[in-house]
């Protein structure tokens, strides 16, 4: 029984070999896209915008950013 639960384990481990390397393929498009989405849109400006008020608010500045 210990025999064939082991070869079946490795079956597993082989058929599983390389998949982790899809999942950091897979995290680097979709941060890749949501950059390049932030990149080309109004929304990356206004983020931009509204963390450097923050930051100025924070350090008790006028959140201008030296603008």
Do not use: C, H, P, W
């Not at 400006?45 to 350090?59: D, H, K, L, P, W």
């Amino acid at each position: 029984m210990s025999d064939r639960a082991s070869r079946q384990a490795e079956r597993r481990t082989a058929a599983d070999r390389g998949q982790t390397s899809f999942e950091y393929l897979g995290i680097a498009v979709v941060i890749a896209v949501i950059i390049g989405v932030l990149a080309t849109t109004g929304i990356g400006t206004a983020i931009e915008n509204a963390i450097i008020s923050v930051i100025g608010r924070i350090s008790g500045g006028g959140g201008g950013g030296g603008k």
